[in-house]
């Protein structure tokens, strides 16, 4: 019996079934469900750490502790962790360690596209790359037996479609990992230089070991169709290749595509007429094919029809290949030269009907996303939107607060960046104009803060430096949909967990002027702000209200309204770009579904016009 | 040779359940013995913006995407949704729309209005388009958030799979405390479109 599941569910599934009893992660997307899904099973101790590296780090000492472990994270997270991941090659494991890496082409919801599979050749680890929710299921075991056997961290990556893509999987029963002895080894696990030299020998032979094995690994293979065309390609790249041409091209599908099956490829592309190289992003298997040498007696081409740039999906991989399939008399080479049933789809593929003219697209007002209805973010930003101010951004739904109405962030970075970037803007500031004292505002959110935030605040509070920030203390990781974190009151499974106080933190790092206000009062923001600012010490404002969207403590209250009599038409409310504000001819109306209530549009109204249902005023002067 | 693969796309707007109708979709093929891949995107698409997922299946699947030009189908939740995936469908392609409107930022801050000709534009393409008004059937029995499964119920009779299939699909994916709405969702939605 087939279920259906994502490839983060099946990963998650992979790894119960291989006897993983501890799995750590930060959420990020779309990484996020790996661990999610851990939870469910019980005999995995699974955890939110606060960031990727403390979450590797944690990995890593499980994994010589004697527990099969998994760690998951989105592909900048794994920038976060490299430092760790980079030491793992070297210590090698005891019990089994799988590293998920989880990319993200086209940039769904992440700063960046960066390929992470070069994360592998530079830590000089195995790369497995499954291209379907089974081979998701299937690679992760087989991964805890090859982190065993070659005593090596294994990176497995997946990009967003295979993460969140479902398809069919076939499961099996867990199997109990035996714990392998304890002992302590000096001349691995202890990097000082006088070990780490020797062992980057181990690395390099357990290198050439690992490349014998990827060329007879079960998730390598040679998919035969017709011989005029072969495809070398892995990942949901593989996927859109089959789509195009079905069986007019053999594949060699890699599914270990790191160290490279140098033999397995000269064998193949040795059998077919012309190679093409489809891969997402970065031209990683192109660039082993050539160094290889492999280029020079065959026509290979890769990148220079593929493109490098973003996501790809069937049409484009069909679009960019046609100059290159197409015969003297114009008809793709690879179709005209399929026999009429070959190949495991039984058909040529799509690519006759995917390069059919393209119908343009209607061109409709944008939906980008939005702060929702009741969030404790919108006052805030309606107030630094009206601020002189340089504002640092951080990363989380509060990035939003960059783009219209409100327009009030000047930068986002990377994790945990709004803090030092903000240090190093008032720097500049403080260097540039002495005579004219400006200030940086940082915007960080609680999870964020936790995850790298604190560290950029020591630095602000260390080197005497007046950036001013404000904790967006919402309660939950929202951005990735709702999980816990140190401030929360609850681990990942849900029990209830020591709550971070950052209050009492951020003065422990040295910021004696710390604030916490009700961000759904503007009032109090605005005046937080200004006494922030005429400090000139860095300096802290906790903005504290629960996500809209946090059953548990999100307060609901009595929808606002508008007094149309009183109203002046102004539409200075619609500045506060609420889902609940809508126009209805010359009036503004709010939608008391949608309303939750929380009084920043009524605090806006200069006439008092909006009030909340059963309140006795509204306008807050 | 084409392949026997059917390509339906649902598009709406964050909070709509598009996702959760995407899975009951694809659960028939899936209890039918037949290939299946469905593919959505998690993340800021959930705060108010567009969210789409692509249910594809047959006797083997490839591409987790529809490109566009692909789809033999489109279901849409909210109007001007239903005009941006338009160049989605196929030439012979079917749009199955909710009339509903819901505003998105450049109209909630007046910088934009909405929209009055979405219809009429679609039907300029030449697209075979049905509209009706799912979220009015959902709200008549009580809960508009059912508008999900209204035109879930009304797209039914575009495909082969037999009425208890659909709802035996619904049962496998609907949490039990929400099962008779759906199902008096799904009916009343299939009632729309019998022929």
């Not at chain 1, 490299?82 to 090659?89: G, I, N």
């Not at chain 1, 000082?192 to 690992?210: I, S």
């Not at chain 1, 009907?353 to 980008?368: C, D, I, K």
């Amino acid at each position: 019996m087939k279920t259906l599941m994502s490839g983060n569910e099946a990963v998650a599934r992979g790894a119960w079934e291989a006897g993983v009893r501890f799995a750590s992660a930060y959420p990020g997307t779309p990484s996020t469900e790996i661990l999610e899904n851990m939870a469910t099973y019980r005999e995995v101790r699974s955890q939110w750490s606060v960031n990727e590296k403390t979450a590797l780090e944690a990995a890593l000492g499980a994994s010589l502790g004697g527990v099969r472990t998994l760690c998951a994270m989105k592909h900048v997270g794994l920038n976060v962790a490299a430092d760790p991941l980079f030491s793992s090659s070297y210590t090698g494991v005891n019990a089994g360690l799988v590293i998920v890496t989880a990319d993200d082409p086209g940039c769904h919801s992440s700063q960046n596209e960066q390929d992470n599979r070069y994360y592998a050749q530079a830590a000089k680890l195995p790369l497995i790359e499954p291209s379907d929710s089974q081979e998701a299921l299937d690679f992760t075991r087989m991964a805890f037996e090859l982190s065993e056997e070659y005593d090596t961290p294994v990176l497995l990556r997946v990009t967003t479609r295979i993460a969140h893509g479902k398809s069919p999987v076939t499961t099996s029963e867990r199997t109990e990992a035996t714990a392998p002895a304890y002992e302590r080894t000096m001349t691995k696990h202890v990097l000082v230089p006088a070990v780490a030299r020797p062992r980057h020998a181990a690395v390099e032979e357990r290198l050439a070991r690992l490349q014998a094995y990827a060329e007879s690994s079960p998730m390598n293979r040679i998919e035969w169709g017709s011989t005029r065309l072969g495809v070398i390609s892995g990942g949901v790249a593989y996927q859109y290749a089959r789509e195009v041409l079905g069986g007019s091209a053999s594949y060699l599908k890699l599914g270990m595509s790191f160290p490279f099956p140098a033999a397995l490829a000269r064998s193949f592309i040795s059998q077919v007429e012309q190679v093409v190289i489809i891969e997402e992003l970065e031209p990683f298997l192109e660039q082993t094919v050539r160094a290889l040498g492999m280029g020079d007696e065959h026509p290979i081409v890769g990148k220079s029809l593929i493109p490098r740039i973003g996501e790809l999906d069937s049409r484009t991989v069909a679009l960019s290949l046609a100059p290159a399939l197409a015969d003297a008399d114009g008809r793709p080479a690879g179709v005209a030269g399929a026999p009429p049933d070959s190949g495991a789809f039984g058909t040529a593929g799509e690519l006759d009907s995917l390069l059919a003219p393209g119908r343009e697209a209607e061109q409709v007002v944008g939906r980008p996303p939005m702060f929702c209805a009741g969030c404790p973010h919108r006052g805030v930003f309606y107030e630094l939107g009206k601020l002189p101010v340089m504002v640092s951004g951080d990363i989380g739904c509060y990035a939003l607060g960059a783009t219209p109405p409100f327009s009030a962030i000047d930068t986002c970075i990377d994790m945990g960046a709004s803090i030092t970037a903000g240090l190093g803007f008032q720097t500049a500031l403080d260097i540039l104009r002495p005579d004219k004292p400006a200030r940086t505002i940082a915007v960080i959110g609680d999870s964020t803060f936790f995850h790298s935030g604190m560290t950029g605040l020591l630095d602000a509070a260390y080197n005497g430096v007046g950036v001013i920030t404000i904790i967006l203390d919402n309660r939950i990781t929202a951005m990735t949909g709702h999980q816990e974190n140190p401030g929360s009151g609850f681990t990942l499974s849900g029990t209830p967990a020591r709550e971070a106080q950052l209050e009492a933190l951020v003065r422990a790092l040295g910021i004696e002027l710390v604030q916490t206000v009700d961000p759904f009062g503007l009032a109090q923001v605005r005046e937080a702000i200004a006494v922030a600012m005429g400090s000139p010490c860095p300096s802290v404002i906790i903005a504290r209200g629960p996500c809209a969207l946090l059953k548990r403590l999100a307060v609901r209250r009595p929808a606002c309204q508008v007094d149309q009599d009183t109203c002046r038409k102004c539409k200075a409310c619609l500045r506060v770009a609420c889902p609940a504000l809508y126009v209805e001819g010359e009036n503004v109306q709010i939608d008391a579904e949608t309303c939750a209530g929380c009084g920043v549009c009524s605090q806006v109204c200069r006439f008092g016009a909006i009030k909340q249902a059963g309140a006795a005023e509204g306008g807050e002067e | 040779m084409m392949s026997d693969t059917t390509n339906v796309m649902l598009v709406g707007v964050g909070g709509q359940g598009t996702i959760l109708a995407s899975r009951v979709l694809a659960q028939l093929p899936l209890d039918a013995g037949l290939d299946v891949k469905m593919s959505e995107v998690h993340g800021m698409a959930q705060r108010g913006g567009s969210v789409t997922t692509h249910v594809r299946f047959g006797q083997r699947v490839a591409a987790p995407t529809i490109s566009p030009g692909q789809a033999h189908f489109v279901l849409a939740f909210e109007c001007m949704e239903a005009a941006r995936h338009a160049h989605y469908l196929r030439e012979d392609g079917v749009i199955v729309a909710n009339t509903r409107r819901i505003p998105s930022l450049p109209i909630l801050i007046g910088r934009e209005t909405y929209p009055d000709d979405i219809e009429s534009r679609l039907a300029a393409r030449g697209a075979d388009a049905h509209w009706l008004d799912a979220s009015g059937v959902a709200a008549d029995l009580g809960n508009v958030r059912a508008e999900n499964t209204v035109l879930l119920g009304a797209f039914s009779t575009f495909l082969a799979f037999p009425e208890d299939a659909w709802t035996q699909a619904l049962r496998t994916v609907i949490p039990a405390k929400h099962i008779e709405l759906n199902l008096a969702a799904f009916a009343a939605g299939r009632r729309l479109t019998q022929r």
